[in-house]
């Protein structure tokens, strides 16, 4: 089995000019410094404008809605984060044995998780990532699983091993009830040892 590729997380339009594609990324910029410094909720679409010095208009024009844009920024992070799983160091990226990739996964994934929580909650997205980022997230771990030499049915699997580490479940346990982030990622990686057999 080859190595995946990097999948859209969006439908794919048109390519963008190379100043719209700038200025996408300095709307970008700014609504992650307004996150960095003031919180999900300081990012409004006034805000952004004000910080990206570009009237709101733009902003509407760009992304639609708040939703939109914190959709986008999302985006922006998620395909960051594949890149990292499809480039990146290892044990996260290429090079590492297929055990401690998917070891790397598990705590890449909740941590970044819990990092863009209210990010994916603000998307608008039912507390969810899109479709294509879990279809990425969810494809590299059945190539893991094969690489390890699973048997059965590995689409099943990988989602088994992929539902602890979305929003509303992470969010209930570390949030809601206060388990503590290693139990969290110690039990993970106990079930991912019983699917492998290790």
């Not at 055990?99 to 909740?110: I, K, N």
């Not at 603000?122 to 279809?135: E, K, L, P």
């Not at 509303?168 to 990686?189: M, T, Y």
Request: charged share 20%.
């Amino acid at each position: 089995m080859t190595e995946h590729r990097l999948l859209p997380l969006v439908d794919a339009p048109a390519p963008e000019r190379r100043d719209a594609a700038r200025n996408r990324e300095a709307l970008l910029e700014a609504a992650q410094a307004l996150i960095d410094h003031c919180g999900l909720d300081a990012v409004t679409m006034d805000a952004v404008a004000a910080a990206a010095g570009v009237g709101k208009g733009t902003v509407f024009r760009r992304f639609d809605s708040r939703a939109g844009l914190m959709g986008a920024l999302l985006n922006h992070n998620e395909t960051a984060w594949q890149a990292s799983v499809m480039s990146g160091p290892p044990p996260l990226g290429p090079g590492a044995e297929p055990w401690e990739r998917l070891l790397a996964f598990g705590r890449s994934r909740l941590e970044t998780t819990l990092q863009h929580a209210d990010l994916i909650r603000h998307a608008g997205q039912a507390g969810t990532r899109s479709f294509a980022a879990y279809s990425f997230a969810a494809m590299h771990v059945r190539y893991l699983l094969g690489q390890l030499g699973v048997t059965g049915d590995l689409p099943l699997l990988a989602t088994a091993l992929m539902a602890p580490l979305e929003a509303p479940i992470l969010e209930q346990q570390v949030r809601i009830e206060g388990i503590d982030v290693e139990r969290v990622f110690h039990g993970w990686a106990d079930l991912a040892g019983r699917i492998v057999r290790r």
